[in-house]
């Protein structure tokens, strides 16, 4: 975990819209613990603040399609897990109403 964290956080890494736009000020780095597939990740990343839009952005987080802190990997095992818990009650409920 330790090496993949290192490579988010270098400086060095080139990430896709990672400068500021029309209107934005670059407001610093920010940390955010991620949770992935391998484990939790703390992250430092750049944010930018439109203050007439009312809007600011994570360039890293949109690379990475993070999703309140969640990679989709992980949102997908969520998802896949909620289908199958859903199913279970549904059969449950269609043997027990069956009665």
Not at 17 to 23: A, L, M, R, V
Not at 63 to 72: I, R, S, V
Not at 85 to 92: A, L, P
Request: net charge positive; aromatic share 10%.
């Amino acid at each position: 975990m330790r090496i993949l964290e290192g490579l988010l956080n270098d400086p060095q890494l080139k990430v896709a819209g990672d400068e500021k736009c029309p209107g934005e000020k670059r407001m610093g780095a920010q940390s955010k613990e991620v949770q992935c597939l391998f484990g939790k990740l703390r992250l430092r990343r750049n944010y930018y603040y439109d203050a007439q839009r009312g809007r600011g952005r994570y360039p890293l987080d949109e690379a990475l399609g993070l999703h309140n802190g969640y990679t989709p990997g992980v949102e997908n095992v969520l998802a896949i897990r909620t289908a199958l818990h859903s199913n279970r009650f549904d059969s449950y409920w269609d043997h027990k109403n069956a009665a």
